[in-house]
C-alpha cells in the first residue's frame, strides 16, 4: 500500500525519524505540519503494531473525524478507512479505532478499565489532565505507543510542566537535540532527575513553509500579535500578561460611518443582575467586514424591564437574525421567549477562543466599531490578563469591567457560522460548539 502524501522534510522528517518514545508529542505553531507528520506515524502503527485496543481522540468525536480520521481517509481512501458512524469506531486498514471526545472531567471514565495497545491524542493540552493521566496509565500493551499533538499554552500549564519539560529526547523549534536518554536508561524507575519515556519535537510555523503557498504563510503571519504570534507562529510557551487586545487601536479601528450592511448578524447579551447588562450589535458590512453597529446599555430594572429595553433598542437600531445570550442568563432567555422574540440563543462561551477570534479579526482588519459603541471602546484597552492565574498555568481575563468586552464575545465568536464564508479565520477552530436555545 502506498500513501499518496508528500514526502516528509525538514523538521516533519526529523522527527518522524526519532520519534522512539512510548509517547511521542508533536507541539508547537499553527500549519506548521505537525498532524501530517504525527498521522502517517500513526497510520505505520496502525498497521504494524502490536494486537490490542487503539483510541484516536480529542475534545470531541467530531473534531477527531475531521482533525485526524478525514485527513487519513483523503491519504489511504475511503475502502481502506472505513467511519462506522454513530459506533465511535474507525476502520483503519482492517483495523479498528476506538473513536472518543473528551471535553470535560467525566470523561476518563470513558477509557477507564480499558488495555490498549495505542492511541492518538488531538490537541492534548485541550484535555482535561485527569483524562490524559488515566489515558498514559491504560498502555499496558508491551510495545504500547502514543503520538499526540498541541499548540503552545502558557509555560505553567500543566501539560508543559509535568510531560513536555520532562521530555527524554527534545528537538526544540530551532532544530537542536536536548538528548536525555542516557538518564533514562541509568537511573532507577522513581528518581527525581529520570526523565520521562517521551519524546517531544517543536515546531514553528516556518518549519512548514515549503509545503504552504508563500501568500498564505505571510497573510497567516500577519493575524497574529503579541501573546498570539507567539504561541501560534514562534511555538513559544508564551505567558498571558498585559493587555489582550494589545492590537486594538481606536484610530484603526473605530469608524465614525458605516458601509451598507448585508446582514445584521446577531446581537450579543452580557446579562447582569447587580452588574451592568451591554449588548453588542454585529453585522456583516457589504465589504465582509464585520461591525459593530450599536451598543444597548440599559439601566437596573427587572429581566421583563430588560426584554422591553431590548425591543426598544432592536427597533432604533435594527433587528437582528439572532440574539446571543449569556448562557448563565437562563432566566432572561425564557423572559425572551415569553415576550415572542425570535431566535434566542446561548452565546458561545469558549473565552480563549473567543478572544483568539476577536484578536484575530482585528489584527487583520476585518472588524471595526461604532463610534457610537462607548462603553466597548473604554473597555478593550482595559482588558487584561490575570497575571497570578498565568503563573498557575491558567489562562484568563481580569473580570472587572468586562460586560461590553464579553457582550462582543458571544456576538462574534457564536454568529461565526453565518460570518465565516467571508472572512476565513481556520486557525481558530470552534466548529465543534453546540449552539442552542
Same mark, same amino acid.
Request: hydrophobic share 35%; charged share 20%.
Given at each position: 500500500m502506498t500513501l499518496s502524501v508528500t514526502p516528509l522534510q525538514g523538521k516533519a522528517l526529523l522527527a518522524a525519524q526519532n520519534s522512539c518514545?512510548? $509517547?511521542? %508529542?508533536? !507541539?508547537g505553531s499553527v500549519r506548521a505540519g505537525k498532524t501530517m507528520g504525527s498521522l502517517i506515524e500513526w497510520v505505520r502503527f496502525v498497521r504494524t503494531g502490536p494486537a490490542g485496543n487503539l483510541l484516536m481522540t480529542g475534545r470531541t468525536e467530531r473534531t477527531v473525524i475531521n482533525n485526524l480520521v478525514l485527513p487519513i481517509q483523503d491519504m489511504l481512501g475511503t475502502h481502506r478507512v472505513k467511519i462506522l458512524r +454513530?459506533? &465511535? %469506531? @474507525? =476502520? %483503519?486498514?482492517?483495523?479498528? @479505532? $476506538?473513536?472518543?471526545?473528551a471535553n470535560n472531567e467525566e470523561a476518563r471514565t470513558k477509557i477507564q478499565g480499558i488495555t490498549l495497545a495505542g492511541a492518538y491524542v488531538d490537541e492534548a493540552s485541550t484535555l482535561p489532565e485527569s483524562y490524559w493521566n488515566m489515558l498514559t496509565s491504560r498502555l499496558s500493551v508491551r510495545g504500547a505507543t502514543l503520538w499526540a499533538t498541541?499548540?503552545? !499554552? +502558557?509555560?505553567? /500549564?500543566w501539560f508543559k510542566l509535568n510531560w513536555l519539560d520532562k521530555a527524554m529526547l527534545w528537538i526544540d523549534r530551532h532544530g537542536t537535540f536536548h538528548d536525555r536518554r542516557a538518564d533514562y536508561a541509568e537511573l532507577p524507575e522513581g528518581h527525581p532527575d529520570r526523565p520521562i519515556n517521551l519524546v517531544r519535537v517543536s515546531f514553528t510555523l516556518d518549519d512548514n513553509a515549503h509545503n504552504l503557498d508563500p501568500e498564505f504563510v505571510a497573510s497567516t503571519k500577519a493575524m497574529y500579535t503579541g501573546l498570539w504570534y507567539k504561541r501560534m507562529i514562534l511555538g513559544e510557551w508564551s505567558l498571558a500578561e498585559g493587555a489582550i487586545y494589545d492590537m486594538f487601536d481606536p484610530d484603526r479601528h473605530v469608524v465614525t460611518e458605516l458601509p451598507q450592511m448585508q446582514a445584521l448578524l446577531g446581537c450579543g447579551v452580557d446579562y447582569g443582575v447587580t452588574n451592568a447588562t451591554r449588548g453588542e450589535l454585529i453585522s456583516l458590512g457589504v465589504d465582509n467586514n464585520l461591525y459593530v453597529v450599536a451598543e444597548w446599555a440599559p439601566g437596573p430594572g427587572t429581566e421583563a424591564e430588560r426584554s422591553a429595553s431590548l425591543a426598544e433598542f432592536y427597533r432604533t437600531a435594527g433587528e437582528p437574525d439572532r440574539t446571543f445570550v449569556d448562557p448563565a442568563a437562563a432566566g432572561f432567555r425564557r423572559q425572551?421567549?415569553? *415576550? /415572542?422574540? !425570535? =431566535?434566542?440563543? #446561548? &452565546?458561545?462561551? #469558549? @473565552?480563549? *477562543? &473567543? %478572544? +483568539?477570534v476577536i484578536a484575530s479579526l482585528l489584527t487583520a482588519g476585518r472588524l471595526f466599531i461604532h463610534d457610537s459603541c462607548t462603553e466597548l471602546i473604554g473597555e478593550l484597552p482595559n482588558y487584561v490578563w490575570d497575571t497570578k492565574k498565568s503563573e498557575k498555568g491558567e489562562d484568563a481575563p481580569i473580570k472587572v469591567d468586562d460586560h461590553a468586552v464579553d457582550a462582543l464575545r458571544y456576538g462574534v465568536l457564536t454568529s461565526r457560522p453565518w460570518w465565516q464564508p467571508y472572512i476565513d479565520l481556520t486557525m481558530h477552530d470552534t466548529t465543534d460548539e453546540e449552539v442552542a436555545a
Open positions: 518514545g512510548r $509517547l511521542n %508529542i508533536y !507541539e +454513530g459506533l &465511535g %469506531i @474507525v =476502520q %483503519i486498514c482492517g483495523r479498528p @479505532v $476506538l473513536l472518543i471526545g498541541c499548540n503552545p !499554552e +502558557g509555560p505553567r /500549564h425572551l421567549l415569553a *415576550d /415572542h422574540f !425570535e =431566535q434566542i440563543l #446561548k &452565546g458561545n462561551n #469558549k @473565552v480563549l *477562543d &473567543g %478572544i +483568539g
